[in-house]
């Protein structure tokens, strides 16, 4: 009963680059297309599942991967910080923004908290485990953090500290226990 999960951050997206909250709707930008145009899919052979975002999904159909969308691979929700850069929020709210970033119990305004997602995702764990097959999941980095932390019971607010480039790959192995097996940079060197 041993097997892999390889979770995948999506290409970048102008607001990746900008360091802000993009919405469901923002497509990859013209540096993120290049990117994934520019090397083959981490896995051939697994089923792939995509986070519900556009950005997620154009990866997927860049690589001319059928996936099935997975709603629970959603980004956190950023409530009224979406669509906002982190320079306008810092302005805007300082102590909220740092203590969003420190603090997994304190989520953007009328959004969801990294605790909430974390659950969200050692559910959807324990569904894999069930399933007991690889799969290849394309999705954000802050679902990818606590997917990390639910795995193999890190700290959230260790996970906080951990960057996940555009196309960055996330490998977890499964055999009888969860071991976080790689972190890996996109190929090109992030953004």
Same mark, same amino acid.
């Given at each position: 009963?041993?097997?892999?999960?390889?979770?995948?951050?999506?290409?970048?997206?102008? %607001?990746?680059?900008? @360091? @802000?909250?993009?919405?469901?709707?923002?497509?990859?930008? #013209?540096?993120?297309?290049?990117?994934?145009? #520019?090397?083959?899919?981490?896995? *051939?052979?697994?089923?792939c599942?995509?986070?519900?975002?556009? !950005?997620?999904?154009? *990866?997927a159909?860049?690589?001319?991967?059928?996936?099935?969308?997975?709603?629970?691979?959603?980004?956190?929700?950023?409530?009224?910080?979406?669509?906002?850069?982190?320079?306008?929020?810092?302005?805007?709210?300082?102590?909220?923004l740092? /203590?969003?970033?420190?603090?997994p119990?304190? @989520? !953007?305004?009328?959004?969801?908290? %990294?605790?909430?997602?974390? /659950?969200?995702?050692?559910?959807?764990l324990?569904?894999?485990v069930?399933q007991?097959e690889?799969?290849?999941?394309?999705?954000?980095? %802050?679902?990818?953090? #606590?997917?990390?932390?639910?795995?193999?019971?890190?700290?959230?607010? !260790?996970?906080?500290?951990?960057?996940?480039?555009?196309?960055? &790959?996330?490998?977890?192995?499964?055999n009888?226990i969860?071991?976080?097996?790689? &972190?890996?940079?996109?190929?090109?060197?992030?953004?």
């Open positions: 009963m041993a097997f892999e999960l390889i979770l995948q951050c999506h290409g970048a997206t102008r %607001m990746m680059r900008e @360091g @802000g909250f993009a919405a469901d709707a923002e497509p990859l930008d #013209a540096g993120g297309i290049a990117k994934i145009g #520019a090397f083959g899919p981490p896995a *051939t052979g697994l089923c599942v995509v986070s519900p975002a556009l !950005a997620a999904r154009q *990866t159909q860049l690589w001319d991967i059928a996936a099935e969308v997975d709603p629970v691979l959603r980004d956190i929700n950023h409530g009224a910080w979406r669509g906002r850069t982190l320079a306008e929020i810092d302005a805007a709210d300082p102590d909220g740092l /203590a969003w970033m420190t603090d119990v304190a @989520g !953007a305004p009328h959004g969801e908290s %990294m605790n909430a997602v974390r /659950a969200r995702m050692a559910d959807w324990a569904q894999r069930a007991n690889s799969l290849w999941a394309i999705t954000h980095p %802050m679902v990818m953090r #606590a997917a990390i932390a639910a795995a193999i019971g890190m700290p959230l607010e !260790a996970s906080l500290r951990i960057d996940i480039a555009p196309l960055g &790959i996330v490998r977890l192995g499964w009888r969860w071991r976080l097996q790689a &972190i890996e940079r996109s190929p090109h060197g992030g953004r």
